[in-house]
């Protein structure tokens, strides 16, 4: 292994991390340098099992050929353009190919960077789609508890998670939340979608009650609910959210960041759940995390509604600078050829079975009080331990990580989500390496 791979930077003070125990992390560093397939290389040569596709994003597995040699050759040809008023060949390309695996209707896309600017860019076009329709009254938004929708003020404001949230002071005005889906009391271990909660979202019928439908533009609501620790909808609560918006006309805005591009066996959870919305935000998996890229699917109801008056005059005031960039894009399509080529859309719901039976096999080990799976995701939530919340499930993130596995944590929960290409035999050292990580007295 050459020098430049297992050199460890000597000043590690200017980089300010983001979402990390800083102070912790510059003492004892763990420092990837190198990944292929399923594994991370780290500094020091050892080999890390992902078993969290980086962070949520990488579906496809690292360094994968197409997506490479997509990105070298764009870089080399046209390195950026412009979105305003130019555009270039393959951010068109890449569009079409996006609404030809996108569920029916979902027929327009507008490019962002990340995920938390697809929902900026939601929440905008949905505010500005009700105010060119002649309804201008509907402003309100509408989040829910638990939610997370990154990191912009949008999208902490219709984000429901406390620490996220209680730093920045008041956020935007006019937001409000209905209740999160978790009872653990009722749909502990579950495997799949919860018997219990469908009720839960009548929740909004409060709110159009306290607010009236008239304000209210449109909520927002991930389908399975990821950076919270994992929380799945219960069976027919998507089904009645859908009904409410309907009867009430309001948007239904789906944020698919964690769950776009084959997380549950379909192309998004829209198909896998039978429920469509009228916006899709997207990023992660749209070019495997390779190039920052996102992307907000809207319905041609919307989209038409903006294509009005003097065709000289610009329809929807909003955009940046990156969105559509060459080689994102070229990104996108060697991502979208790597799914295709190798049937990675669907593939999880092949490896479900699996999976489930082998993460829900942790149930008899120590702290373990609650287990949750869908798709190639999943959560097992630890018991606190007194007095220091988190600590348990950070001592379990040092310890998989000296033993060789990534995992997620969020709270006291594990979180999971490997790439697509896992076979069963690295679920078993996963799982294998994670049962180890559990019975340590973490």
């Known amino acids: 292994m050459s020098n430049r791979l297992t050199s460890t930077p000597n000043d ?19 420092l990837f340098v190198g990944a292929k397939d399923m594994y991370y290389t780290t500094h020091d040569g050892r080999q890390v099992l992902d078993g969290t596709a980086g962070l949520w994003c990488v579906n496809a597995g690292h360094c994968r050929p197409q997506i490479t040699e997509a990105i070298r050759e764009q870089a080399g040809e046209l390195d950026y353009a412009p979105a305003f008023q130019l555009g270039h060949p393959k951010a068109f390309e890449l569009a079409n190919r996006l609404v030809d695996i996108a569920p029916d209707g979902m027929s327009h896309v507008f490019y962002t960077n990340s995920g938390s600017e697809s929902v900026d860019t939601a929440l905008k076009i949905a505010l500005a789609y009700q105010r060119v329709k002649g309804e201008g009254t509907r402003t309100r938004l509408i989040g829910r508890e638990r939610g997370y929708h990154g990191i912009n003020f949008g999208g902490m404001s219709v984000g429901g998670i406390v620490g996220n949230r209680k730093m920045f002071g008041t956020l935007l005005a006019g937001v409000d939340h209905i209740r999160h889906t978790h ?58 959210l859908r009904e409410i918006c309907d009867k009430y006309g309001i948007l239904l805005i789906f944020d698919e960041v964690i769950t776009g591009f084959g997380r549950l066996g379909t192309p998004f959870a829209t198909q896998y759940f039978d429920v469509k919305p009228d916006i899709i935000t997207t990023a992660k998996g749209l070019t495997n995390g390779v190039i920052p890229m996102g992307a907000v699917f809207v319905t041609s109801e919307i989209h038409d ?62 702290n373990v009080i609650d ?6 995701i999943g959560a097992i939530e630890l018991a606190p331990i007194a007095g220091e919340p988190t600590k348990r499930a950070f001592n379990a993130f040092l310890k998989a990580y000296e033993d060789g596995l990534l995992i997620r944590t969020t709270g006291d929960i594990i979180a999971l989500s490997p790439p697509l290409i896992i076979t069963k035999d690295q679920i078993d050292e996963l799982f294998g390496k994670l049962r180890k990580v559990l019975l340590n007295n973490i």
């Open 305 to 366: 509604a903006f294509m009005t008056g003097p065709e000289h005059l610009i329809e929807f005031a909003h955009g940046y600078t990156y969105s559509g960039n060459p080689i994102a894009s070229a990104a996108g399509i060697g991502t979208l050829n790597t799914y295709r080529d190798e049937g990675l859309l669907t593939r999880a719901s092949e490896l479900a079975p699996y999976w489930e039976e082998q993460l829900h096999s942790l149930r008899d080990c120590p």
């Open 183 to 240: 009872q653990p009391d009722k749909n502990a271990f579950t495997k799949g979608q919860p018997e219990y909660g469908a009720e839960l979202a009548d929740d909004l019928e409060r709110l159009v009650n306290l607010h009236d439908a008239s304000t209210i533009a449109a909520v927002i609501v991930e389908p399975v609910a990821g950076s919270t620790g994992v929380l799945i909808p219960p069976k027919g609560y998507l089904q009645r």
């Open 12 to 30: 590690l003070r200017a980089f300010w991390m983001p979402f990390t125990a800083n102070r912790q992390f510059k003492k004892a560093p763990r």
């Open 371 to 376: 287990i949750r799976n869908i798709g190639l």
